[in-house]
Nanobody
Framework: QVQLVESGGGLVQAGGSLRLSCAASGRTFSTYAMGWFRQAPGKEREFVATINWSGSSTYYSDSVKGRFTISRDNAKNTVILQMNSLKPEDTAVYYC?????????????????WGQGTQVTVSS
């Protein structure tokens, strides 16, 4: 059974940093792209960042570009989202997901496996 477990969320002041981690188990994900998404109350789930199977290619939403960094460790089946210069508008539940393809992709429909999410709250 595929399982993705996010950790590292919490409450932080604006301008602060958080490091989210996602541990995958149940199968080998090293040949698939992985991504981070978020969902704020009353809003649809939105794309944040994606990384290809090898870690050589990444892509970010305009809202987080330059502040967030996605990385992965295939030996440990983990993906990391380093979030710096956090803003109140970054407040959301953050989800990691595994794609059905190897290359970077932003559409939620391309991600069949999802974690349960971790709450990130940024206070002003």
């Amino acid at each position: 059974q595929v399982q993705l477990v996010e950790s590292g969320g919490g409450l932080v002041q604006a301008g602060g940093s958080l490091r989210l981690s996602c541990a995958a188990s149940g199968r080998t994900f090293s040949t698939y792209a992985m991504g981070w998404f978020r969902q704020a109350p009353g809003k649809e789930r939105e794309f944040v960042a994606t990384i290809n199977w090898s870690g050589s290619s990444t892509y970010y939403s305009d809202s987080v570009k330059g502040r967030f960094t996605i990385s992965r460790d295939n030996a440990k089946n983990t993906v990391i989202l380093q979030m710096n210069s956090l803003k109140p508008e970054d407040t959301a539940v953050y989800y990691c997901a595994v794609a059905r393809v190897s290359n970077i992709v932003g559409a939620t429909t391309m991600y069949p496996y999802w974690g349960q999410g971790t709450q990130v709250t940024v206070s002003s």
